[in-house]
C-alpha cells in the first residue's frame, strides 16, 4: 500500500486547511489510519486516528476541537480537517495505515506511510 498525502500549504493563524490521504489501492476494511506531524527539532507527534468503519476518532489534545478526522473507504481516502490554525501546528503531516484494525496512538502500530505534506501557519 502506498500512500499519499496531499493539501499543505502556507495559511495564516486562524485560517483552515483539509488534507487528503489517498491509498494506491484498496486498503483492507479492517485497517484503521492515522495522522502524525514533526516539527524540526521535534520528536513525531500523534494527531488523529479514524477506525476502519469511520465510526471511532482519537485526537492528540493540542488539536482537540479544532481539528476533525474522516474517511470515505470508496474513495480510498482519508482526511483531516484543520480549523482554527495556530503556528504551532507548523510540522510535516503524515499519514499512515495501521497494522490490522489498529487506530491507537502509538506510530508503532502502523505499518504504511506517506511521505508527508509540509503545514506552515504564520502568525
Known amino acids: 500500500v502506498q500512500l499519499q498525502a496531499s493539501g499543505g500549504g502556507l495559511v495564516q493563524a486562524g485560517g483552515s486547511l483539509r488534507l487528503s490521504c489517498t491509498a494506491s489501492?484498496?486498503?483492507?476494511?479492517?485497517?484503521?489510519m492515522g495522522w502524525f506531524r514533526q516539527a524540526p527539532g521535534k520528536e513525531r507527534e500523534f494527531v488523529a486516528s479514524?477506525?476502519?468503519?469511520?465510526?471511532?476518532?482519537n485526537y492528540g489534545d493540542s488539536v482537540k476541537a479544532r481539528f476533525t478526522i474522516s474517511r470515505d473507504n470508496a474513495k480510498n481516502t482519508v482526511y483531516l480537517q484543520m480549523n482554527s490554525l495556530k503556528p504551532e501546528d507548523t510540522a510535516v503531516y503524515s499519514c499512515?495505515?495501521?497494522?490490522?484494525?489498529?487506530?491507537?496512538?502509538?506510530?508503532?502500530?502502523?505499518?504504511?506511510w506517506g511521505q508527508g505534506t509540509q503545514v506552515t501557519v504564520s502568525s
Open positions: 489501492r484498496r486498503t483492507s476494511s479492517n485497517n484503521g
Open positions: 499512515a495505515a495501521g497494522l490490522g484494525s489498529y487506530y491507537g496512538t502509538s506510530s508503532t502500530g502502523y505499518r504504511y
Open positions: 479514524i477506525s476502519w468503519n469511520g465510526g471511532s476518532t
